[in-house]
């Protein structure tokens, strides 16, 4: 892993540097005196010039930019921390977050990759956020954190739904008027089938005046629930609800708890889902396909078209929520924290195959007896390259290879990249997929 090493009296003069690369973090990674640096805001292929700054280095000027480099979109760009590499062309940090994906598991050891699928969201389709409040004499500051320090106000923004952004004015005025709101809070947004979504956590408990008021704020903008999260336990709450909250996954219509998980966008949960159900082994009627890390059923309900799924997930809110719309479907859903309580491989011993979206820090506990159970064929949703590197490297020791993968960009400007990877250590199926890569025939895998 690339490192900044602190030099000892590094000087203060300028000096030139090539980028050579991109870090984790999107800063340009290059070498000096034998130490790596990190540049913020260059591009690799770029030459600079740049100084110390104590004993970091800092940019002084780009002397030869890069094809790649463009204007960044947004004025808000280098305060709020939302967005990391607005200055690279959205056709390059696709290739980058796929050299990203593709290093990765070179590193766990799979060799001889096929071409991936690749789909990058448009901008001005996030309909998922976590936002910083901040009390500020005359009001408050709604918006994201800038890089390692205070919220930034969100008055423009490239990558959030108009729908949602649309309410931040508004809830500035209504959020500044909460007694409970005595200094940072937090505000997710989640824009449903049914509409926006808000779930308000405080330093303080609401008074009555402040429900009355969040209350009167959702009748006059037409949101269908505000919800907020006890300072003290953490639990939730509903404050104002003035219809039925729903979305609909695979056709099927839930209700999502508060600041339930959704995929940032539409568009690319509809790209996870079919990335997802065409990697799945061909399936009876009897075949089990195993969900692991469920949530409320994104990819639950459009797998069950296709045979029986047991779905497992931590969260008890979420996993309630799945369970609740199972009735009558090919779906079992149940509450179980793998990380604690793995599935075993005799757990598995009737399953056909396994579905898992894990958290960013990956699978954890699970992967090991996942690798060392009999099933042949899982999908694997990453949301996290190291992650996947480690969680891969047990795949690939346990005999699997990968069939398929697809990147998705969705998340704009950030170093965020979603993969969906379908492993296989079943020969036939390894085989056939081989023949048609090498064949270069279209594969949907099976489906």
């Not at 936002?131 to 490239?158: K, S």
């Not at 009167?216 to 336990?233: C, E, M, T, V, Y």
């Amino acid at each position: 892993m690339l490192v900044i090493t602190v030099m000892n009296n590094p000087g203060t003069g300028a000096f030139p540097l090539r980028i050579e690369g991109l870090g984790a973090a999107a800063d340009g990674v290059a070498h000096h005196d034998g130490h790596v640096l990190f540049i913020p805001g260059t591009l690799p292929g770029e030459e600079v010039l740049a100084r110390f700054s104590g004993t970091r280095p800092e940019l002084i000027e780009i002397t030869a930019p890069s094809s790649d480099r463009v204007a960044p979109p947004c004025t808000l760009f280098g305060e709020c921390g939302g967005c990391a590499i607005q200055q690279m062309s959205l056709p390059a940090l696709l290739d980058w977050k796929t050299t990203r994906v593709a290093e990765a598991l070179t590193a766990a050891g799979f060799e001889d990759l096929p071409v991936p699928q690749r789909y990058q969201t448009p901008s001005y389709t996030r309909r998922r956020m976590d936002l910083a409040i901040q009390r500020v004499p005359g009001g408050v500051i709604l918006g994201l954190h800038r890089r390692n320090g205070d919220p930034v106000d969100m008055t423009e923004c490239h990558v959030l739904h108009p729908t949602l952004f649309a309410l931040l004015k508004p809830l500035r005025e209504v959020l500044s008027s909460l007694g409970a709101l005595t200094g940072r809070g937090g505000l997710v947004l989640n824009l449903l089938d049914s509409g926006p979504d808000l779930t308000l956590s405080t330093p303080a408990e609401l008074t009555t005046a402040d429900r009355t008021k969040l209350a009167a704020f959702g009748r006059q903008h037409g949101l269908p629930r505000i919800s907020w999260q006890n300072p003290k336990d953490r639990s939730i709450e509903t404050v104002s609800q003035t219809r039925a909250v729903k979305e609909a996954f695979g056709g099927v219509e839930i209700t999502p708890p508060p600041a339930a998980f959704l995929q940032a966008t539409e568009d690319a949960e509809n790209a996870i889902v079919q990335a997802v159900v065409d990697g799945l082994p061909p399936l009876n009627k009897k075949d089990i396909t195993v969900e692991l890390f469920a949530g409320c059923g994104t990819l639950t309900f459009p797998m069950s078209e296709k045979g029986r799924v047991i779905a497992y997930e931590g969260d008890l809110a979420a996993a309630t929520c799945l369970k609740a719309a199972a009735g009558g479907r090919r779906v079992d859903g149940f509450h179980r924290d793998l990380m604690r309580q793995p599935l075993l491989p005799q757990d598995l011993k009737s399953t056909r195959a396994v579905v898992l979206d894990p958290p960013y820090a990956g699978a954890g506990a699970q992967t090991m007896p996942l690798a060392k159970s009999g099933v042949k064929d899982i999908v694997y949703v990453s949301c996290n390259p190291a992650a996947l590197e480690k969680d891969g490297r047990a795949l690939k020791e346990a005999g699997y290879s990968v069939l398929n993968w697809t990147i998705v960009d969705q998340f704009l400007w950030s170093t965020e990249v979603e993969t969906v990877l379908v492993f296989s250590r079943d020969p036939k199926r390894i085989k056939r997929e081989n023949s048609r890569r090498n064949h270069n025939v279209p594969s949907h895998l099976d489906s």
